[in-house]
T-cell receptor
Framework: GAVVSQHPSWVICKSGTSVKIECRSLDFQATTMFWYRQFPKQSLMLMATSNEGSKATYEQGVEKDKFLINHASLTLSTLTVTSAHPEDSSFYIC???????????????FGPGTRLTVL | KNQVEQSPQSLIILEGKNCTLQCNYTVSPFSNLRWYKQDTGRGPVSLTIMTFSENTKSNGRYTATLDADTKQSSLHITASQLSDSASYICVVGFFTGGGNKLTFGTGTQLKVEL
Protein backbone atom coordinates (compact mmCIF):
# COMPACT_ATOMS: atom_id res chain seq x y z
CA GLY A 1 0.00 0.00 0.00
CA ALA A 2 0.89 3.66 -0.25
CA VAL A 3 3.41 4.81 2.34
CA VAL A 4 3.94 8.32 3.66
CA SER A 5 6.89 9.20 5.85
CA GLN A 6 7.63 12.21 8.00
CA HIS A 7 10.86 13.57 9.34
CA PRO A 8 11.69 14.19 12.06
CA SER A 9 9.43 12.06 14.23
CA TRP A 10 9.94 14.43 17.11
CA VAL A 11 11.70 17.75 17.65
CA ILE A 12 12.34 20.02 20.60
CA CYS A 13 13.26 23.62 19.93
CA LYS A 14 13.63 26.92 21.71
CA SER A 15 11.01 29.61 21.46
CA GLY A 16 11.65 31.93 18.53
CA THR A 17 13.38 29.40 16.32
CA SER A 18 12.04 27.87 13.12
CA VAL A 19 11.41 24.19 12.56
CA LYS A 20 11.01 22.35 9.27
CA ILE A 21 9.02 19.14 8.97
CA GLU A 22 9.22 16.97 5.86
CA CYS A 23 6.49 14.79 4.41
CA ARG A 24 7.33 12.28 1.69
CA SER A 25 5.25 9.90 -0.36
CA LEU A 26 7.54 6.88 -0.74
CA ASP A 27 5.95 4.78 -3.45
CA PHE A 28 3.62 7.12 -5.29
CA GLN A 29 3.55 10.62 -6.61
CA ALA A 30 1.28 12.93 -4.67
CA THR A 31 0.04 16.04 -6.37
CA THR A 32 -1.84 16.94 -3.23
CA MET A 33 -0.69 16.68 0.36
CA PHE A 34 -2.40 17.83 3.53
CA TRP A 35 -1.07 19.13 6.81
CA TYR A 36 -2.94 18.54 10.05
CA ARG A 37 -2.39 19.49 13.65
CA GLN A 38 -3.61 17.44 16.57
CA PHE A 39 -3.68 18.57 20.19
CA PRO A 40 -3.95 15.99 22.99
CA LYS A 41 -7.29 14.20 23.10
CA GLN A 42 -8.57 16.23 20.16
CA SER A 43 -9.30 15.38 16.57
CA LEU A 44 -7.07 16.18 13.65
CA MET A 45 -7.55 19.70 12.35
CA LEU A 46 -6.70 20.48 8.76
CA MET A 47 -4.23 23.33 8.53
CA ALA A 48 -3.60 23.55 4.80
CA THR A 49 -3.71 21.77 1.49
CA SER A 50 -0.41 21.60 -0.31
CA ASN A 51 -0.49 21.46 -4.10
CA GLU A 52 2.60 20.57 -6.08
CA GLY A 53 3.92 23.54 -8.01
CA SER A 54 1.45 26.06 -6.62
CA LYS A 55 0.65 27.91 -3.43
CA ALA A 56 -0.86 26.08 -0.51
CA THR A 57 -4.46 26.66 0.49
CA TYR A 58 -4.79 27.50 4.16
CA GLU A 59 -7.79 26.85 6.36
CA GLN A 60 -9.46 29.73 8.12
CA GLY A 61 -7.55 30.86 11.16
CA VAL A 62 -4.21 29.36 10.10
CA GLU A 63 -1.48 31.96 9.65
CA LYS A 64 0.19 31.38 6.31
CA ASP A 65 3.20 33.48 7.28
CA LYS A 66 3.77 31.40 10.36
CA PHE A 67 3.23 27.99 8.79
CA LEU A 68 5.13 28.01 5.52
CA ILE A 69 4.37 25.16 3.15
CA ASN A 70 6.43 24.19 0.14
CA HIS A 71 5.49 21.38 -2.23
CA ALA A 72 8.35 21.56 -4.68
CA SER A 73 8.16 17.99 -5.97
CA LEU A 74 5.60 15.25 -6.41
CA THR A 75 6.96 13.33 -3.45
CA LEU A 76 7.90 16.02 -0.94
CA SER A 77 6.07 18.70 0.98
CA THR A 78 7.58 20.66 3.83
CA LEU A 79 5.98 22.57 6.67
CA THR A 80 8.09 25.23 8.37
CA VAL A 81 6.90 26.59 11.69
CA THR A 82 8.48 30.02 11.87
CA SER A 83 9.30 31.77 15.14
CA ALA A 84 7.83 28.89 17.09
CA HIS A 85 6.23 29.51 20.47
CA PRO A 86 5.13 27.08 23.19
CA GLU A 87 1.52 27.26 21.98
CA ASP A 88 2.70 25.76 18.66
CA SER A 89 3.65 22.57 20.49
CA SER A 90 1.51 19.89 18.94
CA PHE A 91 1.44 16.72 16.87
CA TYR A 92 1.74 17.57 13.19
CA ILE A 93 0.56 14.97 10.70
CA CYS A 94 0.70 15.04 6.94
CA UNK A 95 -1.25 12.99 4.47
CA UNK A 96 -1.10 12.44 0.76
CA UNK A 97 -3.60 11.49 -1.85
CA UNK A 98 -2.62 8.91 -4.47
CA UNK A 99 -3.97 10.18 -7.79
CA UNK A 100 -4.19 6.60 -9.06
CA UNK A 101 -6.73 5.65 -6.38
CA UNK A 102 -10.35 5.56 -7.53
CA UNK A 103 -11.88 9.00 -7.20
CA UNK A 104 -14.76 7.56 -5.21
CA UNK A 105 -12.51 6.44 -2.40
CA UNK A 106 -10.46 9.63 -2.23
CA UNK A 107 -8.17 7.96 0.26
CA UNK A 108 -5.62 9.97 2.19
CA UNK A 109 -2.57 8.11 3.44
CA PHE A 110 -1.24 9.52 6.67
CA GLY A 111 2.31 9.91 7.81
CA PRO A 112 3.39 8.81 11.28
CA GLY A 113 3.35 12.35 12.62
CA THR A 114 5.90 14.74 14.12
CA ARG A 115 5.78 15.70 17.75
CA LEU A 116 6.89 19.33 18.14
CA THR A 117 7.74 20.69 21.58
CA VAL A 118 8.64 24.35 21.88
CA LEU A 119 10.35 25.31 25.11
CA LYS B 1 -21.83 23.08 10.37
CA ASN B 2 -20.25 19.74 9.49
CA GLN B 3 -19.74 17.65 12.60
CA VAL B 4 -18.81 14.11 13.50
CA GLU B 5 -19.61 12.83 16.95
CA GLN B 6 -18.35 9.57 18.36
CA SER B 7 -19.36 7.52 21.35
CA PRO B 8 -18.30 6.38 23.77
CA GLN B 9 -15.33 8.68 24.39
CA SER B 10 -13.43 5.81 25.95
CA LEU B 11 -13.97 2.13 26.45
CA ILE B 12 -12.23 -0.65 28.36
CA ILE B 13 -12.88 -4.27 27.44
CA LEU B 14 -11.33 -7.62 28.20
CA GLU B 15 -9.26 -9.41 25.63
CA GLY B 16 -11.36 -11.67 23.46
CA LYS B 17 -14.55 -9.66 23.90
CA ASN B 18 -16.40 -7.83 21.15
CA CYS B 19 -17.24 -4.14 21.11
CA THR B 20 -19.08 -1.62 18.97
CA LEU B 21 -18.16 2.01 18.48
CA GLN B 22 -20.66 4.60 17.26
CA CYS B 23 -20.41 7.55 14.93
CA ASN B 24 -23.08 10.14 14.13
CA TYR B 25 -22.47 12.80 11.55
CA THR B 26 -24.02 15.91 10.12
CA VAL B 27 -21.88 16.32 7.05
CA SER B 28 -23.15 17.48 3.70
CA PRO B 29 -22.85 16.82 0.87
CA PHE B 30 -21.71 13.36 1.91
CA SER B 31 -18.92 11.70 -0.02
CA ASN B 32 -17.71 8.77 2.05
CA LEU B 33 -17.15 7.56 5.58
CA ARG B 34 -14.05 5.91 6.87
CA TRP B 35 -12.77 4.50 10.09
CA TYR B 36 -9.16 4.95 11.11
CA LYS B 37 -7.10 3.41 13.88
CA GLN B 38 -4.57 5.70 15.51
CA ASP B 39 -1.99 4.34 17.89
CA THR B 40 -0.62 6.79 20.44
CA GLY B 41 1.96 9.06 18.85
CA ARG B 42 1.35 7.68 15.36
CA GLY B 43 -0.57 8.73 12.29
CA PRO B 44 -4.02 7.27 11.53
CA VAL B 45 -4.25 4.04 9.56
CA SER B 46 -7.28 3.33 7.40
CA LEU B 47 -9.49 0.41 8.42
CA THR B 48 -12.54 0.75 6.19
CA ILE B 49 -14.07 3.18 3.76
CA MET B 50 -17.68 3.24 2.59
CA THR B 51 -19.44 5.31 -0.01
CA PHE B 52 -23.09 6.30 0.05
CA SER B 53 -24.35 3.07 -1.47
CA GLU B 54 -22.47 0.73 0.85
CA ASN B 55 -24.06 -0.53 4.08
CA THR B 56 -21.26 -2.62 5.46
CA LYS B 57 -17.56 -3.20 4.95
CA SER B 58 -15.27 -5.67 6.68
CA ASN B 59 -11.55 -5.76 7.21
CA GLY B 60 -10.55 -8.81 9.20
CA ARG B 61 -11.99 -8.49 12.69
CA TYR B 62 -13.28 -4.99 11.93
CA THR B 63 -16.76 -4.53 10.46
CA ALA B 64 -18.16 -1.10 9.71
CA THR B 65 -21.78 -0.30 8.97
CA LEU B 66 -23.30 2.79 7.45
CA ASP B 67 -26.87 4.05 7.53
CA ALA B 68 -26.90 7.07 5.25
CA ASP B 69 -30.53 7.81 6.07
CA THR B 70 -29.96 8.24 9.79
CA LYS B 71 -26.36 9.41 9.25
CA GLN B 72 -24.95 6.84 11.59
CA SER B 73 -22.07 4.43 11.39
CA SER B 74 -20.67 1.80 13.68
CA LEU B 75 -17.41 -0.09 13.92
CA HIS B 76 -17.62 -3.57 15.38
CA ILE B 77 -14.49 -5.27 16.63
CA THR B 78 -14.67 -8.98 17.24
CA ALA B 79 -12.42 -11.10 19.44
CA SER B 80 -10.45 -8.09 20.62
CA GLN B 81 -6.70 -8.28 21.09
CA LEU B 82 -4.34 -6.25 23.22
CA SER B 83 -2.99 -4.67 20.04
CA ASP B 84 -6.44 -3.24 19.34
CA SER B 85 -5.81 -0.68 22.09
CA ALA B 86 -5.83 2.62 20.22
CA SER B 87 -7.99 5.56 19.26
CA TYR B 88 -10.59 4.83 16.58
CA ILE B 89 -11.53 7.81 14.51
CA CYS B 90 -14.60 8.21 12.33
CA VAL B 91 -13.91 10.48 9.37
CA VAL B 92 -16.53 11.73 6.96
CA GLY B 93 -15.63 13.07 3.55
CA PHE B 94 -17.67 15.79 1.88
CA PHE B 95 -17.65 17.53 -1.45
CA THR B 96 -16.57 21.15 -1.78
CA GLY B 97 -15.91 23.45 -4.69
CA GLY B 98 -12.21 22.93 -4.06
CA GLY B 99 -12.37 19.15 -3.94
CA ASN B 100 -13.15 16.61 -1.25
CA LYS B 101 -12.45 17.42 2.38
CA LEU B 102 -12.61 15.44 5.58
CA THR B 103 -14.28 16.06 8.92
CA PHE B 104 -12.74 14.14 11.79
CA GLY B 105 -14.42 12.85 14.91
CA THR B 106 -12.58 13.14 18.21
CA GLY B 107 -12.23 9.39 18.41
CA THR B 108 -13.04 6.60 20.82
CA GLN B 109 -10.14 5.57 23.00
CA LEU B 110 -10.23 1.79 23.29
CA LYS B 111 -8.22 -0.12 25.84
CA VAL B 112 -8.11 -3.91 25.76
CA GLU B 113 -7.02 -5.55 28.98
CA LEU B 114 -6.13 -9.07 30.04
Amino acid sequence: GAVVSQHPSWVICKSGTSVKIECRSLDFQATTMFWYRQFPKQSLMLMATSNEGSKATYEQGVEKDKFLINHASLTLSTLTVTSAHPEDSSFYICSARDPLDPASTDTQYFGPGTRLTVL
Amino acid sequence: KNQVEQSPQSLIILEGKNCTLQCNYTVSPFSNLRWYKQDTGRGPVSLTIMTFSENTKSNGRYTATLDADTKQSSLHITASQLSDSASYICVVGFFTGGGNKLTFGTGTQLKVEL
